[in-house]
């Protein structure tokens, strides 16, 4: 794909999330076109002439109102199309409609003759990364999930804020599913390269309980802000784009991205977020981290559930066929 590349991104979804990820790509220089795919195709003109005059303060890119034969010549398609998710409803109770709702776009991606990688917004992302890898019938490092790619952001940003230490030297990941049941990593997080245990002992004013708790916030922080303001979109903009600098970039990037397991963690036919090696191809390699007792038991909770919730759509699917 490397000696082809011509910097392409096709965005499909034009929403909250989507606007959000054009906007973060044209303002941190990521990806020499754009190309943006909705419904809406007044929505999709009026954003590309804004983002067209965005651009004029950042790296040259061209930005245009894309078809799905344009995707035929895209290094990645980014997807964040989709039903919306709505207060007091958890990313998994998506899974129905969304499933229906990608069948259908991955069918005319790969119509295109599209051969670059996808990378899945669309919650539950878990769940519609393993149908988008079931419906293109690509390779399974060529489908990417936002996954915990933003929960570990938050966990990295609560901490240091616990700390007042700079959020960049703070390490530690939220695995698992994209939800209710993602866990934190305790046992690798880490302050400069020092154990986050031996931090706080050394720094007796932290207060270790407060710590655990912001876990807690960082899980639910989504449904506060939906609560808030209807949907959450800067954040998981931002993590989008990250992805696809390491993409485009070929970065070899270490990033907690939802995944196909095959015996990673003991754990098989699922998408579920784990550090993981991103570069030009996609998914070079699954870091597998050593887990304590407790954590691998909840990484293989995480995905029990995403398991039944992707039998459930596989039912409904057959039903519906």
Known sequence: MSKKRKQR???IGDGAVGSSF???SVLTGVGRELGIIDLNGDRVDGDVLDLIDAGAYAAPKRIFHADYADCGSADIVVITAGAAQKPGETRLDLVHKNTRIFKGMIE?????????????????????SYWTWKFSGFPPEKIIGSGTALDSARFRQEIAQILDIDSRN???YILGEHGDTEFPVWS???VGGMDIYQWVRRHKHIDQQELVERFYKVRDKAYEIIDLKGATYYGVA????RICRAILNDENAV???SILMDGHFGLDDVFISAPAVVGSEGVREVVEIN??????????????????TIQAAREKLEEDA
């Not at 119509?111 to 878990?126: C, K, M, R, W, Y």
């Not at 931002?238 to 784009?241: G, I, P, S, Y």
């Open 170 to 172: 703070v390490h530690g």
């Open 291 to 308: 887990l304590n007792d407790q954590e691998l038991q909840k990484m293989q909770s995480s995905a029990q559930v995403l398991k039944e």
């Open 255 to 257: 990033l907690p991205v």
């Open 188 to 190: 690798q997080a880490n």
């Open 238 to 241: 931002a993590a989008l784009a």
């Open 9 to 11: 991104i096709i965005l």
């Open 108 to 128: 005319q991606v790969v119509a295109s003759g599209f051969q670059g990688i996808f990378l899945i917004a669309t919650n539950p992302v878990d769940v519609l």
């Open 22 to 24: 054009a906007f973060a």
